[in-house]
């Protein structure tokens, strides 16, 4: 990071970040029933939007009037575990449906009818529903915080659903674009 360029862009993404996590950190504040959630769209590298099918969420291209299937991604901070691990949790449906992560040799994830507001107040319970997130070159990791090593991947091929892997490779795609909405 020598060049005068590389690093003031660094600085940029920093302050953005910042000024994200102050955002995030300020719904913390109010009671669960009143926060308003921040809104996100994540998509991955390969352009693939989330939607719903089948209660289970799935990335695939969505153009046209199928653009408006888009899962938009709520977005908590849990306040449980270490600030500078940027754990958060990811819900869709104003927040109220929540990622979590399976647990064992091959964790699943999957959608769970819980709040994630109400998520953000607890403790170690609320591992499974707790991604940290990383962020380089414009891109961003989700890793799970359950399942240390396993991260939020999509499939190589469209209309696969939204997964973990272990190992990232060609057909398991874990870097994605997260942008507040």
Not at 82 to 109: H, M, N, W, Y
Not at 117 to 137: I, N, P, Q
């Amino acid at each position: 990071m020598g060049c005068p360029v590389c690093q003031l862009s660094y600085l940029i993404v920093l302050f953005l970040f910042h000024c994200s996590e102050a955002r995030l950190s300020s719904i913390h504040e109010k009671p669960a029933t009143q926060m308003k959630v921040p809104k996100y769209r994540l998509w991955d590298v390969a352009q693939k939007s989330l939607y719903l099918r089948n209660n289970q969420l799935v990335a695939g291209y969505l153009q046209g009037p199928n653009s408006v299937l888009e899962e938009k991604i709520y977005c908590v901070t849990n306040r449980f575990f270490e600030p500078e691990k940027f754990p958060i949790i990811l819900g869709i449906q104003e927040g109220r449906r929540s990622l979590a992560c399976g647990t064992g040799d091959l964790p699943v994830l999957q959608l769970e009818d819980v709040n994630i507001t109400e998520l953000s107040r607890g403790g170690a319970e609320t591992s499974r529903f707790t991604f940290f997130r990383s962020y380089k070159d414009g891109m961003w990791r989700f890793e799970s915080a359950a399942n240390p090593g396993w991260l939020l991947c999509t499939s190589a091929q469209s209309n696969e659903p939204l997964g973990l892997t272990l190992r990232p490779d060609a057909a398991h795609i874990v870097d994605f674009y997260f942008q507040l909405f």
